[in-house]
């Protein structure tokens, strides 16, 4: 078959959505995939090999070889950057695309973060901007999200920010040592605190385990199958209705569209390892779900006649406001082990922070940190005091790898129209396709709130009884990364905005963008929730659609 209702392109947290919610409303859907099906084994606990830290190898794709981008820093200079290094703002490539190896933070955003322009104003230079729906609309599909996939939290505890009408499905992990220290802390602050929400099962839950609460989470697979990504939730869902058909080793090089400019289908090879096939498939619908650096290459490559400056690009907007989250954190020595080995490991949160700080736009939320190999913890966990090698290092590491206590977490990002992906004019991937080229940085406001955040966090350890207390200085960098958001942002004007509210691309009917790239906004929170919310709602008025 050559002809379908759909075609989807990626299989990550939104792709695997649209194509449940498809095929369950019987619709004929292809499921492109560039990436493979990463078995437990595939994605394997070497250390020094994992998504998270990803500086000495990683494990979800995509290849080494072959899949360069070209990363322009703040000074203009321009270099090809690889998939394992930071600039390269890698996520995965494989079947469940990000959710295969990610933490499963499942946060809902603040009501707030769907109307900061609103609340705060534009600051010059940025290009901030109200969501066209609001937290309200987005609600029902939140809680689908989460009772879908399967969510684990305390849906009381932060009720009165932001509100639920149903609580999770699984109770919230448990406490640690370092939750009760943490908590005290908070509690003599005056700060709000909250269990951590993951999408995790804490009991059985969809038919699979429960979470053995070993020590790799983030960054690897889980062994019992208890982290809830697309790959073993929604994509089996979609691939039992028999009408939906996936093809992984399939990279998507265009979207195509017909003599009168309207859109027909894509343009894809087809390898599994071998010699490369063009191969061409038609729909009535395509939906662009390859995520935020992705998706914008991808309707940028899409050029033709009627379509210069590719599809969805009349204004020159596909690939801007290119979003993700600056991560302030601060570390603390514990008076005693804090450190019990339970996983994930990732506890307690404080959401004090996220809108009303005085002077600042936005905020965001800090949260104690996942289990961390110890050579996470050498790369990312010392103080700069320390001789990063040699006896010191080591006498350092032996004696307080179970006494450092971390907080961290994701700032507002405050967009600016200049962090973007447009694609590079001569460099190619291993199919012969233009690159995705990543310029520009966020806007400084951005970097106002991460400083604010980041003394937070400081009070925060030393109020836990830390004695020694350190953290670094935030930059101006080009924000992305694994929280990749906001380049093919919805709107209800063309001229600022790619798509509508559903993801429907401006003035192409039958072509939709559905996963991060819709976030006008990234929310003081990690992302993944919200993406998975706007892909069922937008999943929803396809299938009515076709
Ligand atoms: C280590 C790690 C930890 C994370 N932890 C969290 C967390 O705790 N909480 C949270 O909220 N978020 C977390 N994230 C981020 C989260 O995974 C992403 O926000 C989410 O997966 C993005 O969803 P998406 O649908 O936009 O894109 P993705 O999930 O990235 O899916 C896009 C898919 O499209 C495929 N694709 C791309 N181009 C093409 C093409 N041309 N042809 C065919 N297929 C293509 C890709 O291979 C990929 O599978 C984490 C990510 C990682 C890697």
Not at 23 to 28: F, N, V
Not at 67 to 84: A, E, L
Not at 330 to 357: C, E, L, M, R
Not at 491 to 512: I, Y
Request: glycine residues 10%; hydrophobic residues 35%.
């Amino acid at each position: 078959m050559n002809h379908y209702d759909a075609i989807i392109i990626g299989t990550g947290a939104a792709g695997g959505i649209v194509a449940c919610v498809l095929s369950e409303a019987g619709k004929h859907v292809l499921l492109l995939e560039r990436g493979s099906c990463l078995s437990f084994a595939d994605v394997g606990r070497d250390h020094l090999r994992n998504q998270r830290l990803a500086i000495y190898g990683h494990n979800a794709g995509p290849d080494v070889n072959g899949n360069p981008r070209v990363f322009v820093d703040p000074q203009g200079r321009s270099r090809i950057v690889k998939p394992y290094e930071l600039d390269y703002h890698n996520n995965a490539a494989c079947v469940g695309g990000g959710t295969r190896v990610y933490g499963a933070q499942a946060w809902r955003f603040h009501p707030d973060d769907f109307r900061m322009a609103t609340k705060y104003g534009v600051p010059e230079g940025s290009s901030l901007a109200d969501w066209p729906i609001s937290y309200e609309t987005l609600e029902p599909f939140y809680e689908r999200a989460e009772w879908e996939l399967g969510a684990a939290g305390n849906g009381d505890s932060i009720q009165h920010q932001i509100p639920r009408k149903r609580n999770y499905p699984l109770p919230a992990v448990g406490p640690s040592a370092q939750t009760v220290a943490l908590q005290n802390a908070a509690r003599q602050l005056g700060w709000v605190t909250t269990p951590v929400p993951l999408l995790i099962n804490t009991e059985p839950y969809g038919g699979r385990a429960a979470c053995i609460k070993c020590k790799y989470c983030v960054g690897f697979a889980c062994p019992t199958d208890a982290k809830n990504g697309s790959q073993n939730t929604v994509i089996p869902r979609a691939l039992a209705t028999g009408t939906c058909e996936l093809k992984t080793f399939a990279v998507v090089e265009t979207i195509d569209t017909d003599e009168r400019g309207n859109v027909s289908g894509v343009s894809y090879f087809d390898h599994n390892g071998g010699k490369p096939r063009r191969q061409t498939a038609r729909a009535k619908m395509v939906i662009v779900s390859a995520g935020a650096i992705e998706s914008a290459r991808l309707l940028l490559n899409s050029r033709s006649t009627l379509h210069p400056a590719g599809l969805g690009n009349e204004h020159d907007q596909v690939g801007r406001n290119l979003q993700g989250h600056l991560y302030p954190r601060a570390y603390g020595i514990s008076p005693t082990k804090i450190f019990d080995g339970v996983g994930p490991g990732v506890t307690i949160a404080t959401t004090q922070f996220t809108h009303n700080n005085p002077g600042i736009i936005g905020g965001g939320m800090l949260a104690d940190d996942f289990i961390k190999p110890p050579i996470d913890f050498w790369y990312d966990s010392l103080p700069p005091d320390l001789p990063r090698w040699g006896i010191e290092n080591k006498r350092f590491m032996r004696e307080n790898y179970t006494r450092v206590m971390h907080v961290r977490g994701p700032v507002q990002d405050i967009p600016s129209p200049e962090g973007r992906v447009t694609v590079d004019a001569t460099v190619r991937d291993q199919w012969g396709i233009p690159v995705a080229r990543l310029s520009g940085t966020t806007h400084r406001a951005t970097v106002e709130a991460a400083e604010f955040l980041r003394q937070r966090g400081e009070e925060w350890m030393r109020a836990s009884g830390c004695d020694k207390v350190w953290s670094a200085q935030p930059g101006l960098i080009l924000s992305g990364r694994q929280h990749q958001a906001g380049t093919c942002r919805m709107g209800s004007d063309p001229k600022s905005s790619v798509t509508d509210e559903w993801g429907r691309v401006h003035q192409h009917n039958n072509l939709f963008v559905v996963d991060g790239s819709l976030h006008v906004t990234n929310g003081g929170f990690n992302p993944v929730l919200t993406i998975m919310a706007l892909a069922f709602r937008g999943a929803e008025f396809i299938a009515r659609a076709i």
